[in-house]
């Protein structure tokens, strides 16, 4: 049996989360080495994956949250990023031993339009990437070519038929 506190993988959130995936995975296409690139990093702040889709722990859920990610870009520090049902904003991040959820800054629509807020390299060169190529089968793409797995976490004890 699932645990209650997760929704159900066809509910509202999972939806959400589906649109989030979509435009991580066009944006892994501006990832790069050189200065053509919009992003030197764009990644899942987690490798974790519940079995509902989302990328963030149950007890944050609740409130929305959908997953986390850590972005760079040529002209920025890393920084961390939410993805929430109501939109997506800059937060604290990790100070390496536990996320600091504090929100930095405004909501924004899409996460295209945070990345064009925080950076104007971002912003100068997006229209110029070809975000239509099919994506590499990779969840995370840096400038070093490195690329993370998924674990997916599931909460379905289906063992068997």
Do not use: C
């Not at 992003?39 to 609740?62: M, T």
């Not at 991040?93 to 807020?117: C, F, P, Q, W």
């Not at 997006?126 to 909460?155: C, E, K």
């Amino acid at each position: 049996p699932q645990n209650s506190f997760l929704p159900p993988p066809h509910a509202p959130s999972a939806m959400e989360m589906n649109a989030v995936n979509d435009e991580f995975a066009k944006l892994q296409r501006a990832v790069g080495p050189t200065e053509a690139s919009s992003l030197e990093v764009l990644e899942w702040e987690s490798a974790y994956q519940f079995g509902n889709g989302l990328r963030s722990p149950p007890w944050r859920q609740k409130d929305g949250d959908l997953a986390y990610l850590v972005a760079k870009a040529r002209d920025t520090d890393r920084f961390t990023i939410m993805a929430n049902k109501a939109g997506y904003w800059r937060i604290k991040g990790s100070n390496g031993k536990a996320m600091d959820y504090e929100k930095i800054g405004e909501t924004h629509d899409t996460l295209v339009g945070l990345l064009r807020a925080v950076s104007t390299h971002f912003s100068s060169t997006i229209d110029s990437q070809d975000l239509s190529a099919p994506a590499a089968d990779q969840d995370t793409i840096s400038s070093s070519g490195a690329a993370s797995n998924v674990n997916v976490v599931s909460n379905n004890n289906n063992s068997g038929s």
